[in-house]
């Protein structure tokens, strides 16, 4: 089976994720097969599209027959068996393993012996979901990013058995849909949530020491760093029961290496309801009325702000490198494309002097004797060569 544009199109979970899946590709010509196992979530779904189909032909981004066309491809499946003729069918539903797989075991005996089958996990690995089927070969990971019809990354995950033809023809379609794909290999949190850890993780470090309150940080960061949104602020917009739960699964998955360490404080958080935007209150008080701190703005301690979290992001793409998670192109796109990065970290780090971010992380690892302050390999290597 070559996947191409008239491959139609399986997905399964129609929340967040399944039905932006399935706008981007009906979008892209494809007939697609939508299926919830909640018909509210299908609904729910399919009056979302309407509402953004009216915004996109408000705005002249597509016209009134595309928009059409668009929802019409969508079929509202009633259950699997709607899916005997698709070609690539990608699973959106709940983060849970035996859910999954048993949704996958299902698939099989209903859907060609050569359709491929891909999963939109953050967090699990595509080997544990594909490992036990019949024809692992052609199981994959393919992680859009919220929301997907306008997050442009995908990273495409391949497992230990994936096929290279699998692999290739998967990368090519995705790359079709106008999504900036890259290659990750099958580890916790692939390049995106990976990499990513510190900026949250060690603002919240800094905010537990007293070193600087949260609108402080997320000054330093904004002004200083360029970022789109400070740490806690694009905490309290990811939802806390997500972004503790991403960090928690990254840091067992990597057997407690100290560099993903959660934190107390987030995990708080979670436990008390707060998570943030959609409930109202996280590290920000968002009800009507609520009165902000306001931030100091100190440019000698925003700096040390910024270069705390920065020398550590750094460190994290280098070592991501450095342990074949992904190329360098693909981890800098990865960065700037799926977080919306100012820069790419690897090219940030050059900038400022790989040897000066050494200099900082051997401080810090002396100053805490903590083992999450351990500067890559490939960080010292690039020092000693003077690259
Ligand atoms: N939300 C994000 O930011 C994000 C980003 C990237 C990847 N993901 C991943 O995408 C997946 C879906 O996340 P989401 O945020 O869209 O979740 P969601 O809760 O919005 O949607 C999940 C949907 O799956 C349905 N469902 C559950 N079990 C099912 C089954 N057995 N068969 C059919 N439907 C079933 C639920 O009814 C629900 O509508 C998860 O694996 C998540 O880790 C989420």
């Not at 393919?142 to 058995?161: D, G, I, K, R, Y």
């Amino acid at each position: 089976m070559k996947l191409n544009a008239q491959s139609r199109i399986g997905v399964i979970g129609a929340g967040a994720m399944g039905s932006g899946i399935a706008q981007v590709a009906a979008t892209a010509g494809h007939e697609v097969c939508l299926f919830d196992l909640s018909q509210e979530s299908l609904g729910k779904s399919k009056a979302a599209l309407v509402k953004v189909m009216t915004r996109l032909t408000e705005k002249g981004r597509v016209t009134d027959d595309e928009a059409v066309a668009i929802q019409s491809r969508i079929q509202y499946a009633e259950n699997l068996s709607h899916f005997d003729n698709c070609d690539f069918v990608i699973e959106a539903v709940v983060e849970n393993l035996k859910v999954k797989k048993e949704l996958f075991f299902s698939l099989e005996k209903i859907i060609a012996n050569d359709a491929v089958f891909a999963s939109n996990t953050s967090s699990l690995s595509i080997a544990s979901i594909g490992g036990e089927l019949s024809n692992p070969e052609r199981v994959i990971g393919v992680h859009f990013f919220n929301p997907a019809p306008l997050m442009p990354l995908v990273e495409v995950v391949p497992s230990l058995v994936t096929s290279n033809e699998v692999t290739s023809q998967v990368f090519d379609l995705i790359k079709s849909w106008g999504k900036k794909v890259v290659l990750a290999k099958d580890t916790p949190g692939f390049i995106v949530n990976r990499v990513a850890r510190p900026f949250y993780s060690e603002a919240i470090k800094m905010l537990e020491e007293g070193f600087a309150d949260i609108p402080t940080i997320d000054w330093a960061m904004r002004e200083l760093g360029g970022f789109r949104m400070g740490p806690f602020q694009l905490m309290d917009l990811i939802g806390h029961d997500v972004n503790y739960v991403v960090t928690e699964t990254v840091w067992t998955e990597m057997y407690f290496d100290p560099r993903y360490k959660p934190s107390i404080t987030q995990k708080r958080l979670k436990e008390a309801n707060w998570f943030g935007r959609k409930s109202g209150k996280g590290f920000y008080d968002y009800s009507e009325g609520a009165s902000q701190k306001e931030a100091s703005t100190d440019k000698v301690k925003g700096k040390v702000i910024l270069e705390r979290i920065l020398f550590m992001l750094i460190n994290e793409a280098i070592d991501a490198k450095f342990l074949g998670v992904a190329s360098v192109e693909d981890i800098e796109t990865a960065m700037t494309k799926g977080v919306n990065y100012p820069k790419g970290l690897i090219a940030w780090g050059k900038e400022l002097g790989y040897d000066k971010v050494l200099i900082g992380l051997n401080y810090w690892f002396e100053r805490y004797g903590d083992d999450r302050y351990r500067p890559s390999v490939l960080l010292k290597d690039w020092v000693q060569d003077n690259k």
